[in-house]
């Protein structure tokens, strides 16, 4: 159980277009879940919080305006980077939380961006 | 925001061998904490969940020593299988939206 699937699991895209990358709880619900962003050799950074059916909560110099966030139902949650330039390129990674067990997250395979 | 403090590493050992991690945190209350692997250019998953001062689980020993303040992993007969980046989410390290917080990860090469 507490599976998270994301997709696509890779994507190259040219500087200046957009991307987006899908989350989703596969055998719970997820009221809420986190996108993190990891560059190499660095630990995994939150970059906000997904509400559903509410606005993210967006860290402190994540761009909001750069980073859409939707959380649409209590299984999807996805992430768009607009305007993607080659300063995104980086392993973004979702999460969710079954219920109660807020500290027990399970992760989505990742999704490795790489802007040209 | 607290910060967690971890070993990079890495720690090269040979298989077999017993191996272990500390991880270092700011004051807590909480006993509750967390040990997460991650293999190279994948998603974290979770290791061992400990409620309590400690827990094991086969070859693995989570600990929570209070008084200096740090958690520990311990690894028994070591598997090639276990190289990884472990990374340690101490007591009541969770932001305030329940994200975690992590450390950077110790990093373990298990060699035959």
């Known amino acids: 159980g507490a599976v998270v699937s994301q997709h696509p699991s890779w994507v190259i895209c040219k500087s200046g277009t957009s991307v987006k990358i899908e989350c989703r709880s596969l055998?719970?619900?997820?009221?809420?879940m986190f996108w993190y962003r990891q560059f190499p050799k660095q630990s995994l950074m939150l970059m906000a919080t997904?509400?559903?059916?509410?606005?993210?909560?967006?860290e402190q110099g994540v761009e909001k305006d750069k980073f859409l966030i939707n959380h649409a139902s209590l299984t999807l949650s996805t992430l768009t980077v607009t305007s993607a330039h080659p300063e995104d390129s980086s392993f973004y990674i979702c999460?969710?939380?079954?219920?109660?067990?807020?500290?027990?997250?399970?992760f989505g395979p990742g999704t490795r961006l790489t802007v040209t | 925001r607290k910060e967690v403090e971890q070993d990079p590493g890495p720690f090269n050992v040979p298989e077999g061998a017993t191996v272990a991690f500390n991880c270092t945190y700011s004051?807590?209350?909480?006993?509750?904490f967390f040990w997460y692997r991650q293999d190279c250019r994948k998603e974290p998953k979770l290791l061992m969940s400990?409620?309590?001062s400690g827990n094991e689980d086969g070859r693995f020993t989570a600990q929570l020593n209070r008084a200096s303040q740090y958690i520990s992993l311990l690894i028994r007969d070591s598997k090639l299988s276990d190289s990884a980046t472990y990374l340690c989410?101490?007591?009541?390290?969770?932001?305030?939206?329940?994200?975690?917080?992590f450390g950077k990860g110790t990093k373990l090469s298990v060699k035959p």
């Open positions: 055998d719970f619900q997820a009221t809420t």
């Open positions: 997904s509400n559903e059916g509410s606005k993210a909560t967006y």
């Open positions: 989410v101490p007591p009541d390290h969770g932001g305030s939206q329940g994200n975690l917080i």
């Open positions: 400990v409620y309590s």
């Open positions: 999460s969710a939380s079954p219920s109660g067990r807020s500290y027990e997250q399970y």
């Open positions: 004051n807590s209350a909480s006993q509750s």
